[in-house]
């Protein structure tokens, strides 16, 4: 099983400021890697797809890349519907793994 | 617009099986794609139980130790979530979604969850 580990657990950013939030897998996914968000109370919404490919309707102020191991999401300027819980995937295996998540919340 | 709904009791006792189904509407089950459930326990984070091709091939989450059953109703355009033994560790909420899928000489690989139901809490309790 690959194991995906997200860091930091949570990050306390400005508005306006930039997020970057890492995701880590214990073996190489390649770029089959996911990004999704959560809001509080709401169901994940997919942001980015094959490690970084945004998702229809993503604004582009989100972005991800890495490939293998090591992957980033960035959120260049965060606005205050951006504050979330964030999630990484991989589906390069079976059994698909998601992250612990981190949480993006307002400094 | 592909849209997800979950339906389900909200409530099981412990060790009966708990029953999910999720009606797709806007796409046809049949068409292709893998269809999936993921669970969230209250306050924690989010894992895969198992996904179902619409031929019938399945992967479930080894972590559930053969508890799972994932069955798809194309008549109804639909599929469902069986898990049995039931305990207070199965309590969260359920979501189902829509996993797609890509084809590459003849093998279909499955990729990521494109659009998910709202979700359903189940809770297990007596």
């Known amino acids: 099983e690959t194991v995906m580990t997200q860091s930091p657990v949570t990050l306390s950013v400005s508005p306006g400021e930039r997020a970057t939030l890492s995701c880590r897998a214990s073996?190489?996914?390649?770029?089959?890697l996911a990004w999704y968000q959560q809001k509080l109370g709401q169901a994940p919404r997919l942001l980015i797809y094959?490690?970084?490919t945004r998702a229809t309707g993503v604004p582009p102020r989100f972005s991800g890349s890495g490939s293998g191991t090591e992957f980033t999401l960035t959120i260049s300027s965060l606005q205050s519907e951006d504050f979330a819980v964030y999630y990484c995937?991989?589906?390069?295996?079976?059994?698909?793994?998601f992250g612990g998540g981190t949480k993006v919340e307002i400094k | 617009q592909v849209q997800l709904q979950e339906s389900g009791p909200g409530l099981v006792k412990p060790s009966e099986t708990l029953s999910l189904t999720c009606s797709v509407s806007?796409?046809?089950?049949?068409?292709?794609?893998?269809w999936g459930w993921i669970r969230q326990p209250p306050g924690k984070g989010l894992e895969w139980i198992g996904s179902?091709?619409?031929?019938?091939?399945?992967y479930y989450n080894p972590s559930l130790r053969g508890r799972v059953t994932i069955s798809i109703d194309t008549s109804k355009n639909r599929f469902s979530l069986k898990l049995t033994s039931v305990t207070a560790a199965d309590t969260a909420v359920y979501y189902c979604?829509?996993?797609?899928?890509?084809?590459?000489?003849?093998?279909?690989?499955?990729?990521?969850?494109?659009?998910w139901g709202q979700g359903a809490l189940l809770a297990v309790s007596s």
């Open positions: 073996q190489s996914v390649t770029n089959n």
């Open positions: 995937q991989q589906y390069d295996d079976w059994p698909l793994t």
């Open positions: 806007g796409y046809s089950i049949s068409s292709g794609h893998y």
């Open positions: 979604a829509r996993q797609r899928t890509q084809k590459i000489s003849k093998v279909v690989f499955a990729l990521e969850f494109d659009f």
């Open positions: 094959g490690a970084s």
């Open positions: 179902m091709f619409h031929r019938g091939i399945t």
